[in-house]
C-alpha cells in the first residue's frame, strides 16, 4: 500500500506561482511512477503531468511550458511547480502513484485545491 498526501495548495492570482508537494509513504518510492491529476468543477479528471521511474516525463498540453514536474527518491516526493497561472488551472489536484509497469494508477491522495483569481 501506498499513502499519498498533498500540501501547498491555496489561492493565487492570475500569472501567479505555487508550487504542489507530495508526501509518499508505505512502499519503495523508487518503484513508482508518479503523476499528478485534476478535477474542475463539472470535469472529468485529466492528467496534468507524470513522471515515470526513470524520470520520463509527460504533460497536458495546456500547461507545457508552466508546470514542472519532479521528484526526490530519497525524500520520497514529488512536486509540481506551477508558474503564470491562470483561471482555467483552478481545480482540485491530486498526487497519485502506480508501481512501474501497471496501467492504471491506484493510489491517490487527497486532493488540494488550487484557485486562480483573474
Known amino acids: 500500500q501506498v499513502q499519498l498526501v498533498e500540501s501547498g495548495g491555496g489561492l493565487v492570482q492570475l500569472g501567479g506561482s505555487l508550487r504542489l508537494s507530495c508526501a509518499a509513504s508505505?512502499?519503495?518510492?523508487?518503484?513508482?511512477?508518479m503523476a499528478w491529476y485534476r478535477q474542475a468543477p463539472g470535469k472529468q479528471r485529466e492528467l496534468v503531468a507524470s513522471m515515470t521511474t526513470g524520470s520520463a516525463t509527460k504533460y497536458l498540453d495546456s500547461v507545457k511550458g508552466r508546470f514542472t514536474i519532479s521528484r526526490d527518491n530519497a525524500k520520497n516526493t514529488v512536486t509540481l511547480q506551477m508558474n503564470d497561472l491562470k483561471p482555467e488551472d483552478t481545480a482540485v489536484y491530486y498526487c497519485t502513484s502506480r508501481r512501474y509497469g501497471d496501467p492504471t494508477y491506484p493510489y491517490w491522495g487527497q486532493g488540494t485545491q488550487v484557485t486562480v483569481s483573474s
Open positions: 508505505g512502499s519503495p518510492f523508487g518503484f513508482y511512477d
